[in-house]
């Protein structure tokens, strides 16, 4: 099974739309869970970190549910600005360093 | 503030050459990191510094050296480039070692005829 796991897609939907993400990872000992947004040709950048008790910031909506090692990302009102790879990014700690490992990345089209 | 620079943008290599991708940062942030983006296979770290000084092996480090040359700065090296190298690489780097936001630069694009 791998690390980080995520539905490549493509998701095309309309503009308006509400879209979710799925992610599992496979490591029970993760401490820390991101969401980054890639767009296309461009680097990595975080969109929001993701807390147990789940977390907003405005039309997105993380939430983690450690028991069944499984993260989501809620946007709605999708815009065209949306239109990006969405990466699901976990945290392994090993000692005192923690390296990110990174899901393939979900590609979100919002069409007008 | 320029966050993390990458030299360079792009480059065409050929079997066995050698080349040194540059990476510097002005956050004052003490780890630094070399991931490769494949498609298909995600990004994955190459190498890490968690510190000024100190370098360690990622999941992909074979083929590779790097160099924390201080605490802006930190390269990645290909001594014999391989048509399996041709990728894109990106540096990051985080304030700290814990759940800390990594900043990414904008990459080099890399192909090895």
């Known amino acids: 099974r791998k690390e980080v796991e995520q539905d490549p897609g493509p998701f095309n939907v309309p503009e308006g739309a509400t879209v979710a993400f799925n992610c599992t990872y496979s490591?029970?000992?993760?401490?820390?869970f991101f969401w980054y947004r890639q767009d296309c040709r461009k680097e990595p950048k975080l969109l929001m970190s993701?807390?147990?008790s789940g977390n907003e910031d405005g039309r997105f909506t993380a939430q983690l549910n450690r028991a069944s090692q499984y993260i989501s990302l809620l946007i709605r009102d999708s815009k065209l600005s949306d239109s990006a790879t969405y990466l699901c990014?976990?945290?392994?700690?090993?000692?005192?360093?923690?390296?990110?490992?990174f899901g393939k990345g979900t590609k979100l089209s919002v069409k007008p | 503030n320029a966050g993390v620079t990458q030299t360079p943008k792009f480059q065409v290599l050929k079997t066995g050459q050698s080349m040194t991708l540059q990476c510097a940062q002005d956050?004052?942030?003490?780890?630094m990191y070399w991931y490769r983006q494949d498609p298909g296979m995600g990004l994955r770290l190459i190498y890490y510094?968690?510190?000024?000084?100190?370098?360690d092996k990622g999941e992909v480090p074979n083929g590779y050296n790097v160099s924390r040359l201080n605490k802006r700065e930190f390269s990645l090296r290909l001594e014999s480039a391989a048509p399996s190298q041709t990728s894109v690489y990106f540096c990051?780097?985080?304030?700290?070692?814990?759940?800390?936001?990594?900043?990414f630069g904008p990459g080099t694009r890399l192909l090895v005829l």
């Open positions: 990014v976990v945290m392994n700690y090993g000692g005192s360093q923690g390296n990110l490992i």
């Open positions: 490591n029970s000992a993760s401490q820390s």
């Open positions: 993701v807390y147990s």
């Open positions: 956050m004052n942030h003490n780890s």
């Open positions: 510094s968690a510190s000024e000084g100190t370098t």
């Open positions: 990051a780097s985080e304030l700290g070692t814990v759940q800390e936001t990594q900043y």
